[in-house]
Structures are given as structure tokens and as C-alpha cells.
């Protein structure tokens, strides 16, 4: 039988191993060295969609979305979708590097298989096309933090504010993405395709992520190019409604408090 | 009720234009397939990696040649969507898909085949239900980092027939990342060819032949340059080897090994292997091997535009056999080909020419037999939401004894054919059933 001091060494080699292996490396300085590496893991795993200048048309991007969106990102002209910077502003480096890691369901696989320092020489490498990365340090809107908890009286405040800002227009009267405009084949993004509301009712296919710290950044920010606007003016100093509307929403799916 | 798009609304036009041009009938009906497991286990839609499935995009071909890896990557099967704990169903159905195939609907034309037999009414036309012919299970993935497998389980309702079809195993970035590739087990060797046997049409049809009479009942529809060609070659096993059954480097499947690898960029791959090689579906009875050798030159660096270039030379070793009156005798079949593929958008040319020799044939088989034989074959797709055209032209130009009546140009040696079918599904349309029959030797 184990000892007990040697379970506790057991137990903290454990708790060492996994705070190490989800530590982030360091990032590397931006050099001739870093581009370089990042744009050879950049040409080997993202090029075939994003393009080799970067411009979103490689060989294979086009059947993504075909005639629908979203289509792979033009990092020399476009502007990001997401982010947790203010509507119109370039992404954080860690905004980068989150959808590289975690993918984007749907249409870009998550690619954790590069190591963490793959990673920011990539992203390194993709900035590169952008000036405005040279001339801007995007900084992150400030979060409220989540109060304890959804309530009933909250999620139907909620309700309230899901009506009020005219959500139901685009998402559906319950969120399943069938809202008039949506169904109208109105719904367009910066490239004139067309596109689909998202389904509030399955979490798993939310592109921005399916928290609801990843939904309150979503409405913060809004989704730059596409007819998802940032609510971060109609809820300035109201977080608590703000929240109660995160929690209705994901009352629709029955996953609040996640 | 919105109304269609332009596309969707010229689609049905589109089919019918080419339906008509080519000469070909078929009722089109879908069958059904499975959502796809590495669309599952990456959270993708199936447009990721295909055109149209089963043909893979430029990005599918890198992920296939990786191994089920994702392009420049030794994920071994990290996604990054799964949690600690989250070990359950999904992690079996990531690796796993299934496929029904087969018509809802089959008409035979017998009597437009068949008119003396029609007139004297010993012939009928008929239509039959046939949904699903085939079931498929697939298992494949990657066991761990940088090693992968493959295994497709086909249950053929129609031939009452159950076995594996391909299965093997692959070991990846040997060497370094993308030096050496290795899969070993039982394969399509052209699967990183630029016009890809399997991976072309939209529903595998195959060859079919009477086992007593060796009668070919119908053309398979694969492309006629990775066919046979000759009539009268046998397997070790004397088994007629249908003239229209891909073979050698273009087979869907023979057991060996190969290596394959891109040391010097994306632009260039080669590929060695050895197989089996006879012919047979289990076992080797020849005494020697097979070897097989390919280049492929890519070229993807434009604005939403790909290409490649391909070339192969196959060397057969007593791989086939002949009739010689006094018994069978060995002979070395052999192939050369090369292929060109375009991809611009959602537009796809491919093109691919052959060239068979038959080495060693014996002196009394001689004057039945032409020693060569050459197939050359186009095809064409194009998706129009929600379905995809396929265009193929096929041409086969070889051996046939001289009892078998003369064939005639465009019903056996040109096979024209259209499929269509939806953009994430498929349907069928063969060339015809029952095509044309002919006596072997």
C-alpha cells in the first residue's frame, strides 16, 4: 500500500504537470527568425484556406462557405470578428491565439497540435501583413464579472431585453436563428455573402465560444463584419442587465451558469 | 417564401444539358451517408476537406497524405474540443462513419439492348426497388502521433458479399515532417495520384462479369484509363480479370507497402511501393512482386487556384496470366501513366493517360493477344447548389481475341457519363446497367 507522503508527492507532481502543460510559452520577440519560422509552419497548415499572401483565397478556402458565409480571414484587409476589443479594433495577441488553439466550429480546426511557441511564430507571421498591427496596441474592453448566479426574475429580464433589442429579428422569437431577416435571406456580411443567424438553442456551433464569459464578450464586442453589432453602449453601466441577458440566452439552450 | 438563387434555379437546366449531350439515362435518385468522423472529430463541415465527397480539396489531399493529421501537424488526434473527462461515445465515433449506397429506383433497358430478343417477347424492360445496395463502415484516424489507420468493412446486399475492402496502417513524418509517410496493409495505390482512382466519381460502380462465362454484364464507371484494357487476362487463380476492373496502380485495393513523401516542399512528392500484385484478393501466388514508382509536381500558390501534375510507372512480375491451350502461363504486366489536375474555385479538370504492356506472353498466345493498350480519360465537376455535375470521358484502347464481335465506337470503347448529386451526398448514375456483353475467350 502507498504511503501517504508519497501520494501527496504523487498528488502534487500532478497538480505541477497539468499547471505546466496548460502554461502558455513564452512569447517569442518579434525577428527575422520568428517570421520566418512562422511562415513555414504558416505555408505547411494554414495557407491551403487563408491563402499564401494572407488574403483568405487559397485552394481550398473557397468551399468553406461556397456562395455563403464566412469565408476564410483576409488578414491584409480585413477586420477580425473575434476579439475582446472594441468594435472596430484589431484583436489582442492572445484573441489570436485563442481561435488558433480552439478553432472555430465549423469551419477551422483547432490547432493545438502546434506547439504554444508554433503558435505566436504564426501569429507573428499573419500580422505581418497588417500594418495597422505596427501602429496600434488593441486593448481589451473591461468585463464585468458574473454575479453568482442566473435567477428567474434575471433570465426574464432577459427576456425582456432579447425583445427590446430586436435580438428576435435576426435570432428567432426562441433563438433558433430563424428571426425574419435571417429567413428573408437578408442577412449579409462586409463581403455582401449571405449569412445565417446563429442558433441560440446549440451551443456547440457558437463561433465565439459557448461560455458565458465568451457570450457576454460577444455582445460587448460584437462581430466585426457581420450583422452582429456591439451592445457595449446599450449596456454601459448596466452590467447586471447585461448579464441577465447572457443568462437568458443560454436559458435557450439550458446551459446557464457554464 | 424566398425565392431561388440564379445557381439553383439553372441547376436542373445545367443537368439536363449535359445529360442530353452525353447519351447516358439513368433515373437519379439519392442515397444515404453518414455524416463523415473526421468531420465530427475536428467540429468541421465536410466542405473543409471535399469538393465534393468523395474528391478531396487541396486541403483533404494534405490531411490524407499526413496521415489523418492535419496539414503540417503531428496532431495525433488532438482536436483540442475535448475536455478532461469528456471520454465517452464520441471518442469511438470520431473514428468511425457509415455509408449506405444503392438507387431507390433501377431501370433496365433489356429490349434496347436485346431487339430480336425484345421482338420474339423473351426480353422485358424493368424496374426494380434497390435502396441500399451497399453499406460501407469506416473506421479511420489516428491511433497517436503520427501513426494512422484506415479500415473500410463493405457489406454488398446485391452479391451477398461481406469483407474488407481497404485496410492498413500508416506511419508519418519519418525523418522529419513530411520526409517519409509509410502505409502498409491493404490500399489504393493511386490515392495521392493527381487523378485518384477511388476519389473521382461520385458513386462507386463497379465492373461486373458472369463467373461462368466470363461475359462482361457491365461497365464499371471508373475512369477507363486505370482499367484493365485487355480481354483475356486471367488472375493466378484463372479468374478472368475484367477488362474494365481498375488494376495494377490505379486498383482500389492490393496489399504492400509504400513510402511516400514531400522532403523538398509542397511542390514535390514521390512515391515507391511494392505489392503483392496478383491480382488476388488474399495471399500472393506469384513468386515475385510488383513495384511501382510516382512523381507528383504541385503547384498552389494562386489566388484560389491549384494544380498538379502527376507520373507513374508500374512493373508487374508474373502477374497475370493467359491461356495458352495447353494451360495458363505467367505474364508480366505493366503501366505507365500520367495525370494533370486544375482546380480553380469550385471548377475541377482532370486528365489522365495509360499505357499497359503484357512482357512475356507465350508464343501459342500470341497472335490472340495485342501487347498494348492505352486509355485515356477526362472528367469535369462543377457543385451547383445543391448538387454537383460530374462530366467523364473515358477511351480504352486495347486487345480483344478475334472471335469477340468488333466493339462499337461510343457504347464500350468511350464511356460517356454525367453524375450529379447533391453537394454533401451522392447519387447514382451509371453508365447503363447491363451495357453491352461480349463472350471472353
Redesign the interface.
Known amino acids: 500500500m502507498m504511503h501517504a507522503k508519497h501520494l501527496k508527492y504523487a498528488a502534487l507532481l500532478i497538480v505541477t504537470g497539468l499547471c505546466a502543460s496548460t502554461a502558455q510559452a513564452v512569447k517569442p520577440a518579434t525577428n527575422r527568425d520568428t517570421l520566418m519560422e512562422g511562415r513555414r509552419?504558416y505555408?505547411?497548415?494554414?495557407?491551403?484556406?487563408h491563402?499564401?499572401g494572407g488574403?483568405g483565397?487559397?485552394?481550398?478556402?473557397?468551399?468553406?462557405?461556397?456562395?455563403t458565409s464566412p469565408r476564410p480571414r483576409n488578414f491584409v484587409n480585413d477586420g477580425y470578428k473575434l476579439r475582446s476589443t472594441a468594435s472596430g479594433e484589431l484583436p489582442t495577441d492572445q484573441n489570436l491565439f485563442r481561435v488558433i488553439?480552439?478553432?472555430i466550429?465549423?469551419?477551422?480546426?483547432?490547432?493545438?497540435?502546434?506547439n504554444e511557441r508554433e503558435r505566436w511564430q504564426v501569429i507573428a507571421y499573419l500580422k505581418s501583413w497588417n500594418s495597422a498591427f505596427e501602429e496600434e496596441t488593441p486593448a481589451p474592453l473591461t468585463f464585468p464579472s458574473a454575479p453568482p448566479g442566473p435567477t428567474e426574475a434575471g433570465i426574464q429580464h432577459g427576456r425582456h431585453l432579447y425583445v427590446k433589442l430586436d435580438c428576435r429579428v435576426c435570432h428567432g422569437d426562441n433563438g433558433e436563428g430563424d428571426g425574419p431577416e435571417a429567413?428573408?435571406?437578408h442577412l449579409r456580411d462586409a463581403d455582401n455573402l449571405r449569412i445565417r443567424a446563429t442558433n441560440l438553442t446549440d451551443p456547440?456551433a457558437w463561433k465565439n465560444g459557448a461560455s458565458s464569459h465568451d457570450l457576454l464578450r460577444t455582445l460587448m464586442t460584437g462581430l466585426d463584419g457581420t450583422p452582429m453589432p456591439s451592445y457595449a453602449n446599450e449596456f454601459d453601466g448596466q452590467e447586471e442587465a447585461l448579464w441577465d441577458l447572457v443568462w437568458y440566452i443560454q436559458s435557450l439552450s439550458g446551459q446557464q451558469g457554464r | 417564401m424566398s425565392r431561388p438563387s440564379a445557381a439553383a434555379a439553372i441547376a436542373p437546366l445545367v443537368m439536363t444539358v449535359f445529360a442530353l449531350v452525353s447519351g447516358t439515362y439513368a433515373v437519379s435518385v439519392p442515397s444515404a451517408e453518414a455524416i463523415p468522423a473526421f468531420a465530427r472529430k475536428y467540429t468541421m463541415n465536410c466542405a473543409v476537406c471535399h469538393t465534393a465527397p468523395p474528391r478531396l480539396n487541396t486541403f483533404g489531399e494534405r490531411f490524407l497524405e499526413n496521415g489523418y493529421q492535419l496539414p503540417g501537424t503531428e496532431d495525433g488526434g488532438i482536436t483540442a474540443k475535448k475536455h478532461l473527462g469528456d471520454l465517452s461515445l464520441d471518442d469511438f465515433a470520431n473514428h468511425t462513419g457509415g455509408r449506405l449506397r444503392g438507387n431507390m429506383l433501377r431501370s433496365h433497358n433489356f429490349k434496347r439492348q436485346s431487339p430480336p430478343a425484345a421482338e420474339a417477347g423473351t426480353v422485358h424492360n424493368n424496374s426494380e426497388l434497390g435502396f441500399p445496395e451497399i453499406f460501407s463502415l469506416f473506421t479511420a484516424g489516428s491511433l497517436t502521433k503520427n501513426i494512422g489507420f484506415f479500415t473500410e468493412l463493405e457489406s454488398n446486399m446485391e452479391e451477398s458479399s461481406t469483407g474488407i475492402e481497404r485496410a492498413f496502417v500508416t506511419f508519418n513524418n519519418l525523418g522529419g515532417t513530411n520526409v517519409a509517410n509509410i502505409r502498409i496493409g491493404r490500399m489504393d495505390p493511386s490515392a495521392t495520384f493527381s487523378f485518384s482512382t477511388l476519389r473521382q466519381q461520385l458513386e462507386l460502380v463497379g465492373e461486373s462479369m458472369n463467373t461462368s462465362t466470363d461475359t462482361v454484364q457491365r461497365a464499371g464507371l471508373f475512369p477507363l484509363a486505370a482499367s484493365a484494357k485487355f480481354y483475356g487476362l486471367r488472375n493466378r487463380s484463372g479468374t478472368a480479370i475484367s477488362p474494365y476492373a481498375p488494376s495494377l496502380y490505379n486498383a482500389v485495393a492490393e496489399t504492400g507497402i509504400e513510402v511516400r513523401g514531400r522532403p523538398f516542399g509542397d511542390w514535390f512528392m514521390y512515391q515507391v511501393g511494392m505489392l503483392n500484385g496478383a491480382n488476388e484478393t488474399f495471399g500472393d501466388s506469384n513468386k515475385g512482386k510488383d513495384f511501382y514508382g510516382a512523381v507528383r509536381f504541385d503547384y498552389a500558390r494562386s489566388a484560389n487556384f491549384s494544380a498538379s501534375l502527376s507520373a507513374f510507372a508500374y512493373l508487374g512480375n508474373s502477374n497475370a496470366t493467359v491461356l495458352t491451350g495447353a494451360g495458363q502461363a505467367d505474364v508480366n504486366w505493366h503501366r505507365y501513366g500520367m495525370a494533370a489536375h486544375v482546380r480553380y474555385k469550385m471548377f475541377d479538370l482532370y486528365g489522365m493517360y495509360t499505357l499497359d504492356r503484357i512482357a512475356h506472353v507465350p508464343t501459342a498466345a500470341l497472335a490472340n493477344f495485342d501487347t498494348s493498350a492505352s486509355g485515356l480519360s477526362v472528367a469535369c465537376d462543377r457543385p451547383y447548389a445543391p448538387l454537383t455535375a460530374i462530366r467523364q470521358h473515358g477511351y480504352r484502347r486495347g486487345s480483344q481475341p478475334a472471335h469477340v464481335p468488333k466493339l462499337r465506337r461510343g457504347s464500350d470503347q468511350t464511356i460517356r457519363a454525367v453524375q450529379c448529386g447533391p453537394v454533401c451526398s451522392k447519387r447514382l448514375q451509371p453508365p447503363t446497367s447491363r451495357r453491352r456483353q461480349c463472350s471472353g475467350p
Do not use: H, N
Open positions: 509552419i505555408e505547411q497548415a494554414c495557407a491551403w484556406c491563402g499564401i488574403e483565397d487559397g485552394p481550398a478556402g473557397w468551399f468553406i462557405g461556397r456562395y488553439t480552439q478553432g466550429p465549423g469551419v477551422m480546426p483547432a490547432y493545438r497540435s502546434l429567413t428573408a435571406g456547440s
